[in-house]
């Protein structure tokens, strides 16, 4: 496989559907990688995944330089995208391309920030400063307090109007694609036929150029809540919990560590 870089990721448009997904550590990066997932996002869903929030507004920026250097570490060919969480680009514009700038050097290539057409000018310097970027309109996680929670978006024809406005906004502001999340699929398909750019759904439905799932959901390791939108392709967290379980019997009865020289099974 070809490294996929921004300029190959927008060529897709039209020629190739892209199914990608989060990872936030070397080992599922590697494995996705591998699999010959198009694009990896570092993504603030962490927060849930990983760190035990419950929603995506605690995570540091630290602990996103963190998981991004991990992850680029462990990809050869995928996209690396960088979210930049809640308050690494709303307060002011030179601390934004600082964060952004330190993505880049931890090993993304690229940063995903959400806002339509209130970010663009943020977009336009970055762009400008060589820092790729793939907006996010619609549902947007890091205003769940505005929303009073997680709440599709879009859902009248003047909210339609608006995302789609924001979305038109983040192309031309240069943006090289656009996440468009838990909006009505109708939405969707009238604003992927409108942008040139790539277009990538979560809970958006099928007509988008690309989709995400975040990691945990997919591989069945969340037990707790899964969107409606999610298919699960594994199970893992049963089968994590029956090896886990196996071996702390094992050890209780006294079978492992087997005795010197034994055959390994």
């Known amino acids: 496989m070809k490294k996929w870089t921004v300029a190959a990721f927008r060529a897709a448009k039209g020629?190739?559907?892209?199914?990608?997904?989060t990872a936030y550590d070397s080992c599922f990066a590697?494995?996705?990688d591998e699999a010959g997932v198009p694009c990896i996002?570092?993504?603030?869903?962490?927060?849930?995944?990983?760190?035990?929030?419950?929603?995506?507004?605690?995570?540091?920026?630290?602990?996103?330089?963190?998981?991004?250097?991990?992850?680029?570490?462990?990809?050869?060919?995928?996209?690396?995208?960088?979210d930049m969480p809640f308050g690494s680009y709303q307060c002011g514009d030179d601390l934004a391309m600082a964060n952004a700038v330190a993505c880049l050097k931890a090993g993304a290539d690229a940063v995903k920030l959400e806002g339509g057409a209130t970010v663009c000018g943020l977009i336009r310097r970055m762009t400008a400063a060589g820092i790729p970027v793939l907006a996010h309109v619609g549902m947007?996680?890091?205003?769940?307090?505005?929303?009073?929670?997680?709440?599709?978006?879009?859902?009248?024809?003047?909210?339609?109007?608006?995302?789609?406005?924001?979305?038109?906004?983040?192309?031309?502001?240069?943006?090289?694609?656009?996440?468009?999340?838990c909006v009505p699929a109708e939405l969707a398909a009238e604003i992927t036929a409108a942008l040139r750019i790539v277009?990538?759904?979560?809970?958006?439905?099928?007509?988008?150029?690309?989709?995400w799932?975040?990691?945990?959901?997919?591989?069945?390791?969340?037990?707790?809540?899964?969107?409606?939108?999610?298919?699960?392709?594994?199970?893992?967290?049963?089968?994590?919990?029956?090896?886990?379980?196996a071996y702390v019997a094992e050890v209780a009865a006294g079978t492992f560590p087997p005795a010197e020289g034994a055959a390994r099974t």
């Open 15 to 21: 020629t190739q559907k892209l199914g990608c997904c």
């Open 30 to 32: 590697r494995l996705a």
């Open 41 to 82: 996002l570092v993504g603030d869903s962490m927060g849930m995944m990983t760190l035990g929030h419950a929603t995506t507004l605690p995570v540091k920026m630290e602990e996103t330089l963190s998981a991004t250097a991990a992850v680029a570490r462990a990809v050869k060919d995928a996209l690396v995208v960088a």
């Open 140 to 181: 947007m996680p890091q205003s769940v307090n505005v929303y009073g929670g997680f709440r599709k978006q879009g859902k009248t024809r003047e909210a339609a109007e608006q995302v789609l406005a924001d979305a038109k906004a983040v192309e031309e502001a240069g943006a090289f694609a656009v996440t468009l999340e």
């Open 199 to 211: 277009t990538v759904g979560i809970g958006a439905g099928p007509v988008c150029d690309a989709q």
């Open 213 to 245: 799932l975040v990691m945990h959901d997919l591989l069945g390791l969340n037990e707790g809540h899964v969107p409606s939108f999610v298919r699960q392709y594994a199970h893992l967290a049963s089968e994590a919990k029956r090896a886990f379980a």
